[in-house]
T-cell receptor
Framework: GQQLNQSPQSMFIQEGEDVSMNCTSS?????WLWYKQDPGEGPVLLIA?????ELTSNGRLTAQFGITRKDSFLNISASIPSDVGIYFC????????????????FGKGTLLTVNP | DTGVSQDPRHKITKRGQNVTFRCDPI?????LYWYRQTLGQGPEFLTY????????KSRLLSDRFSAERPKGSFSTLEIQRTEQGDSAMYLC?????????????FGPGTRLLVL
């Protein structure tokens, strides 16, 4: 089945530093999503990417959908303590032909710790 | 929109007991999903509904698991004869829109502990 490789597994940074994390897949996805999850809570959507090559920003967050449709990255600029959490990438086939095209396949997450 | 809600937030049960979880999606979202998440892993897909129709079930969904969405609004996930391996966070998500433009929004999850 499809698998997403997310790296790094964890990061420990100083407040104010920039952060980069990425996700690669053995298969093509037509939608890439990035979520953040706090302990004991559900994932919260950060950025959605629907087109290969697309670069999208949400405040200090920027994400790109790789041209090959097999990868995506997320950058966080000028990190702050509240950025602490687990970041997940997720891919979706999202083709209107039924079957398993709507389910999300998740990476294992990147644990981000920000030292004030 | 008030967001996806799940009930209960936490459940502790003894092995062999049955448990049922409820999910209320964002209103007017026609698709509803169930995922399971274990410690240190990303969520894994279990099943999804479009309106009241259950369109896909993962191999993870054993015969002890059953999900319903009788009126195309809220959904329930029941686990019969629970096992310790069922301990996990059960997440519900909902969405609407066409393929290639839809986004899944998650609820806070139900954390299950089977003793």
């Amino acid at each position: 089945g499809q698998q997403l490789n997310q790296s790094p597994q964890s990061m420990f940074i100083q407040e104010g530093e920039d952060v980069s994390m990425n996700c690669t897949s053995s298969s093509i996805f037509n939608t890439w999503l990035w979520y953040k999850q706090d302990p004991g809570e559900g994932p919260v959507l950060l950025i959605a990417l629907y087109k290969a090559g697309e670069l999208t920003s949400n405040g200090r967050l920027t994400a790109q959908f790789g041209i090959t449709r097999k990868d995506s990255f997320l950058n966080i600029s000028a990190s702050i303590p509240s950025d602490v959490g687990i970041y997940f990438c997720a891919g979706q086939l999202s083709v209107n032909s039924g079957g398993s095209n709507y389910k999300l396949t998740f990476g294992k997450g990147t644990l981000l710790t920000v030292n004030p | 929109d008030t967001g996806v809600s799940q009930d209960p937030r936490h459940k502790i049960t003894k092995r062999g007991q049955n448990v049922t979880f409820r999910c209320d999606p964002i209103s007017e979202h026609n698709r509803l999903y169930w995922y399971r998440q274990t410690l240190g892993q990303g969520p894994e897909f279990l099943t999804y509904f479009q309106n009241e129709a259950q369109l896909e079930k993962s191999r993870l969904l054993s015969d002890r698991f059953s999900a319903e969405r009788p009126k195309g609004s809220f959904s329930t996930l029941e686990i019969q004869r629970t096992e310790q391996g069922d301990s996990a966070m059960y997440l519900c998500a909902s969405s609407r829109g066409l393929a290639g433009s839809e986004t899944q929004y998650f609820g806070p999850g139900t954390r299950l502990l089977v003793l």
